[in-house]
């Protein structure tokens, strides 16, 4: 069983689309992130949910908007994809009352020709 | 604020080598200290942690100790294998729900 699924995997459009990405966890845990990860490997937060409630909301353009329909999901979707979006975004759980250990999707390479 | 400066990388060793990866952190508090190992084409996954002054985190023959007075969470092993290729990320966690990473070690070991 995948403890955090995130679809795609690979994600190739072209600039001016609307693209979204899922994320699932079934470790029960209270709170859920998604990563960018650039070509250098640099790990940014972009945000975070902890019980459905936005908690970590970084310096992000508004043509992103996360979405968490219930604990276990969380969703982004991204408007008026440009080149600089071409990264790995990584959706990431974690249980508040255990440390924060986080555990991290497989990621979605996202390709923005 | 809070932050972490883990040595540039690529580090290149043979099978066999001894491994140190230095991490240093500053922060306000007392923060939790982690290693986490990417592989490639997967995503992060958590290494060993420690939660307090003196503590030591280990698994896989990987060891770091939480130094406070050299602010300092170092990771070693004693023998490396090919298959420990990896980018390893030390991150910090101070309260809160923000878990700061530092900008990755990219290790190549040679056969």
């Known amino acids: 069983d995948t403890a955090v699924s995130q679809t795609p995997k690979y994600l190739v459009t072209q600039m001016g689309n609307d693209k979204s990405i899922k994320c699932e966890q079934n470790?029960?845990?209270?709170?859920m992130y998604w990563y960018k990860q650039d070509s250098k490997k640099f790990l940014k937060i972009m945000f975070s949910?902890?019980?459905?409630?936005?908690?970590i909301n970084e310096t992000v353009p508004n043509r992103f908007s996360p979405k968490s329909p219930d604990k276990a999901h969380l969703n982004l979707h991204i408007n008026s994809l440009e080149l600089g979006d071409s990264a790995v975004y990584f959706c990431?759980?974690?249980?508040?009352?255990?440390?924060?250990?986080?555990?991290f999707g497989p990621g979605t390479r996202l390709t923005v020709t | 604020g809070n932050s972490v400066t883990q040595m540039e990388g690529p580090v290149t060793l043979s099978e066999e080598a001894f491994l140190t990866i230095n991490c240093t952190y500053t922060?306000?508090?007392?923060?939790?200290l982690f290693w986490y190992v990417q592989y490639p084409g997967e995503g992060l996954q958590l290494l060993l942690k420690?939660?307090?002054?003196?503590d030591k985190g280990s698994n896989k023959g990987f060891e770091a100790t939480y130094r406070k007075e050299t602010t300092s969470f170092h990771l070693e092993k004693g023998s490396v294998q090919v298959s420990d290729s990896a980018v390893y990320f030390c991150?910090?966690?101070?309260?809160?729900?923000?878990?700061?990473f530092g900008a990755g070690t990219r290790l190549f070991v040679k056969a």
């Open positions: 922060a306000t508090g007392y923060p939790s």
């Open positions: 990431a759980s974690s249980q508040a009352s255990v440390s924060y250990e986080q555990y």
């Open positions: 470790l029960g845990h209270d709170t």
């Open positions: 991150a910090l966690l101070t309260g809160g729900f923000k878990t700061i």
């Open positions: 949910y902890n019980n459905k409630e936005l908690i």
């Open positions: 420690a939660t307090k002054a003196d």
